[in-house]
């Protein structure tokens, strides 16, 4: 079952930016990606889905969802999709407000005007970007993308089409962690993304925003779970909520992107990495995305 949608793309959209997060893992069993073409699989309610996306002066969107013998696409399905089609095109964050925030700032300033229209690009759905928090916690990312692909087999399920879906909760506790340790997964990492999911499928651990369930309150609880720790829940409010505030001062890779701009001979530790990035409250979101694609670009 097929639905098409179109969603605008504002002046300036960085394809390149979109493509380049999404296609990361050379071979990915989830993603596939071509210039201005995005395939994405996802379980959405227990159902495959592979959302394409084609870029040009709009996003045009196609879902196509294993549901037999349905004849009307869900709507609470299609909000998902919607949801997880802005998501993935990064299209939570206006980079406009931090443009005019910090394009004279001394430090970011340069960074700002040398990149307009960075966005941050998200993962499909909260509780992908949770797990791939935890899956990348503390480890390099080419071994964190390794993880994940195996990640994606062991527990995800394919689409007709032959794309693999990234899993939800109640696939993931179907696992245990010898599946995981068994595939060069640690105990502690096995455990966190088991317990994490347990908590989430069994309803103890609420992931949607809400007047009653605010994103402090998830903040919070997420805190609480044992393994999860500060930078991962940045992380996940990050690239699964596009939260416009979260604070990366443990992430290694801000703290040389600050050590190239300060011109210093070591990194700023995490205290001193802190109290740079609250002078960009509540923009410290775009600050990171500024401070890791300086890295890329001195990299490229």
Partial sequence: MKQQFTLDLPPGYRVQDVMAFHSRDAESVAEEVSPERLR?????DG???VLTVELGKAALCEAEADLPGKRKFPDQLLAKVHEAARNILGLRI?????????????LLGPLVRAQ????????????EALTWAIIGQQINLPF?????RTFILQAG???SSGLWCYPEAADVVKLTAEDLTSRKFSTAKAETLLRFAGLVAGGELDLVPSAANPIETISANLLAV??????TVNYGLLRGYGYADCSLH???AIRAALQRLLGEESKPDMARTERILQQYQPHRTMAAAHLWASLAATAG
């Fill in 40 to 44: 994405k699989g996802m379980l959405l």
């Fill in 47 to 49: 159902v495959p889905v």
């Fill in 94 to 106: 206006d980079p406009a407000d931090f443009s005019a925030f910090a394009r004279n700032d001394k």
């Fill in 116 to 127: 307009p229209g960075l966005r941050i690009v998200q993962s499909a759905t909260v509780f």
């Fill in 144 to 148: 964190a993308i390794s993880l994940r």
């Fill in 157 to 159: 399920r394919q689409h």
């Fill in 226 to 231: 044992k393994g999860i720790g500060p930078w």
């Fill in 250 to 252: 443990g992430d290694v």
